[in-house]
């Protein structure tokens, strides 16, 4: 991803923006613009909560490059308190101790092991509560 | 005055043993701890820095009071391992916490000092009414070349002050700040160098005892006033033995100081040591108490900083308390810390 196309995520990224759809109530994370279930074109940003539950998550051994450092790390599916299920890390558990159920809060961490010379990613992932 | 609305800390949750150091480079753990005063310290997550670790402190520190973040009109970073040469770590922070545009603000350097520095600029701001309300972080992820005796001490965590001067929201006024500095060699990093270098026992006597026992001298003639005038003292702790020192030469005692000694637990986080010293010393303290602290940093200087504890600390939202960030600990291997800390180099 470009360091513009990053830029242009950093408030979804960084506070959990997503939209919703005022015609159907459909929630979305990452924003979207257009309500891919009633059709309707309007939509408004809602800041999701930072807490929710595990819905299922993954043990990642073999990673992309840029996050070969955090290997292991575990991907999971979280169902926001009152928003939608969004995917990201859980962080600082081992995957053994995670359980589909468990709470989790959203902490600010690095996205990816940084390039030398470029910009930093940060944004959210979750802890176990 | 201005003073403290609320606070907060971030310690990350791995720690590597002096003992686990020390096998590595052949030396005896006991003579190193008993030395240093240190037995662990914390290590940064994989994806944990000083900005991660700053946001941490804040969010802990603006959960426990009901404020309009845009009311927040300065917030400053003090550091010595900001992620980049050139580009602040500060609005990361401001808009990951949801701060708007409208605020002042800079990353601070000033080895172990700078977090002390931020809370001057703020408290300053404050009294100008230049500000409404204002952060100042204090946050670091050491680094200590490997082998090297700073490896046991350099570790990783953060203080985050949110300071006002509405006195129904001030939980510790400032009294007053005073500083001392002089230009001294004891601990410096060049411009394209990984690590600091450091002039081995010069970092004592001229270094930080002069520094830290001066700076607390001038602000006790200048305020006509001992150690006995106040209830807790907070010194740097770049290993455990110099603050007791400096504590025990200004004339406190091992009372005042004990319960800002996070250093014996987590070893020296650098421009947060003498922030979470204190976050230490208000998880506990009572109203009317008068709270001294003294930070250091190499090069040198200290700013010394007075608080009088007051009742609205009463009404302060629980928030979770250092000893707790300080017990939950996973411990790493060697190899492990050298993975999380950027020391082993991949092309």
Same mark, same amino acid.
């Given at each position: 991803m470009s360091i513009i196309q990053n830029w242009r995520l950093y408030e979804s990224r960084y506070n959990?923006? *997503?939209?919703?759809?005022?015609?159907? *109530?459909?929630?979305?994370?990452?924003?979207?613009?257009?309500?891919?279930k009633c059709g309707s074109d309007k939509l408004t940003d809602e800041t999701f909560s930072k807490e929710g539950t595990v819905y299922s998550f993954s043990k990642v051994n073999v990673s992309p490059y840029l996050f070969q450092k955090q290997t292991p790390y575990v991907v999971a599916l979280i169902k926001l308190k009152n928003g939608p299920l969004i995917t990201s890390q859980i962080v600082d558990s081992e995957a053994e101790k995670i359980k589909i159920g468990q709470k989790v809060k959203a902490v600010f961490r690095k996205i990816s092991d940084e390039k030398k010379g470029e910009i930093i990613s940060y944004g959210i992932k979750f802890r176990l509560l | 005055m201005p003073g403290i609305v609320t606070y907060g800390a971030y310690i990350p949750r791995y720690r590597v043993t002096v003992e686990e150091i020390a096998k590595v480079w052949g030396k005896d753990p006991q003579d190193i701890s008993h030395g240093l005063f240190v037995t662990e310290k914390s290590v940064p997550g994989v994806d944990e820095d000083t900005i991660t670790i700053a946001y941490e402190a804040s969010r802990? =520190? !603006? =959960?426990?009071?009901?404020?309009?973040?845009?009311?927040?009109? =300065?917030?400053?970073?003090?550091?010595?391992?900001?992620?980049?040469?050139?580009?602040?770590?500060?609005? /990361?922070?401001? /808009? =990951? !916490?949801?701060?708007?545009?409208?605020?002042? /603000?800079?990353?601070?350097?000033?080895?172990?000092?700078?977090g002390t520095a931020a809370m001057q600029i703020v408290s300053s701001l404050l009294a100008c009414r230049k500000a409404r309300y204002g952060l100042a972080i204090g946050a670091d992820t050491a680094q200590g070349k490997p082998g090297d005796a700073l490896e046991y001490t350099a570790a990783a965590g953060g203080a985050a002050f949110v300071m006002g001067s509405k006195r129904e929201e001030v939980i510790a006024e400032v009294e007053d700040y005073a500083s001392f500095a002089s230009d001294t060699p004891d601990f410096w990093r060049g411009k394209y160098n990984k690590y600091p270098s450091?002039?081995?026992?010069?970092?004592?006597m001229p270094a930080y005892f002069k520094h830290v026992v001066g700076a607390t001298e001038h602000y006790f003639k200048k305020a006509k006033c001992l150690a006995k005038d106040f209830d807790k003292a907070v010194f740097h702790m770049p290993n455990g033995k110099f603050p007791r020192v400096a504590a025990k030469v200004l004339g406190f005692k091992e009372s005042q100081i004990k319960d800002s000694l996070v250093v014996d637990l987590i070893g020296n986080t650098y421009s947060a040591s003498s922030l979470l010293g204190l976050v230490r010393v208000l998880d506990k303290a009572k109203p009317g108490e008068r709270i001294l602290v003294t930070s250091y940093g190499s090069g040198s200087g200290s700013d010394v900083f007075v608080f009088k504890v007051t009742d609205n600390i009463k009404n302060l939202r629980k928030g979770q308390k250092l000893n707790s960030m300080i017990k939950d600990k996973k411990y790493l291997s060697y190899g492990e810390y050298c993975k999380h800390t950027g020391k082993i180099v991949q092309n």
């Amino acid at each position: 991803m470009s360091i513009i196309q990053n830029w242009r995520l950093y408030e979804s990224r960084y506070n959990l923006v *997503g939209s919703v759809c005022r015609t159907c *109530g459909k929630q979305y994370f990452p924003k979207s613009s257009f309500c891919s279930k009633c059709g309707s074109d309007k939509l408004t940003d809602e800041t999701f909560s930072k807490e929710g539950t595990v819905y299922s998550f993954s043990k990642v051994n073999v990673s992309p490059y840029l996050f070969q450092k955090q290997t292991p790390y575990v991907v999971a599916l979280i169902k926001l308190k009152n928003g939608p299920l969004i995917t990201s890390q859980i962080v600082d558990s081992e995957a053994e101790k995670i359980k589909i159920g468990q709470k989790v809060k959203a902490v600010f961490r690095k996205i990816s092991d940084e390039k030398k010379g470029e910009i930093i990613s940060y944004g959210i992932k979750f802890r176990l509560l | 005055m201005p003073g403290i609305v609320t606070y907060g800390a971030y310690i990350p949750r791995y720690r590597v043993t002096v003992e686990e150091i020390a096998k590595v480079w052949g030396k005896d753990p006991q003579d190193i701890s008993h030395g240093l005063f240190v037995t662990e310290k914390s290590v940064p997550g994989v994806d944990e820095d000083t900005i991660t670790i700053a946001y941490e402190a804040s969010r802990q =520190a !603006l =959960a426990r009071i009901d404020i309009d973040l845009q009311k927040i009109d =300065a917030l400053y970073i003090g550091s010595e391992s900001h992620p980049y040469a050139v580009k602040p770590s500060s609005v /990361t922070v401001a /808009t =990951a !916490l949801g701060i708007d545009n409208h605020y002042f /603000t800079a990353d601070l350097e000033f080895a172990c000092k700078a977090g002390t520095a931020a809370m001057q600029i703020v408290s300053s701001l404050l009294a100008c009414r230049k500000a409404r309300y204002g952060l100042a972080i204090g946050a670091d992820t050491a680094q200590g070349k490997p082998g090297d005796a700073l490896e046991y001490t350099a570790a990783a965590g953060g203080a985050a002050f949110v300071m006002g001067s509405k006195r129904e929201e001030v939980i510790a006024e400032v009294e007053d700040y005073a500083s001392f500095a002089s230009d001294t060699p004891d601990f410096w990093r060049g411009k394209y160098n990984k690590y600091p270098s450091h002039s081995e026992r010069f970092t004592g006597m001229p270094a930080y005892f002069k520094h830290v026992v001066g700076a607390t001298e001038h602000y006790f003639k200048k305020a006509k006033c001992l150690a006995k005038d106040f209830d807790k003292a907070v010194f740097h702790m770049p290993n455990g033995k110099f603050p007791r020192v400096a504590a025990k030469v200004l004339g406190f005692k091992e009372s005042q100081i004990k319960d800002s000694l996070v250093v014996d637990l987590i070893g020296n986080t650098y421009s947060a040591s003498s922030l979470l010293g204190l976050v230490r010393v208000l998880d506990k303290a009572k109203p009317g108490e008068r709270i001294l602290v003294t930070s250091y940093g190499s090069g040198s200087g200290s700013d010394v900083f007075v608080f009088k504890v007051t009742d609205n600390i009463k009404n302060l939202r629980k928030g979770q308390k250092l000893n707790s960030m300080i017990k939950d600990k996973k411990y790493l291997s060697y190899g492990e810390y050298c993975k999380h800390t950027g020391k082993i180099v991949q092309n």
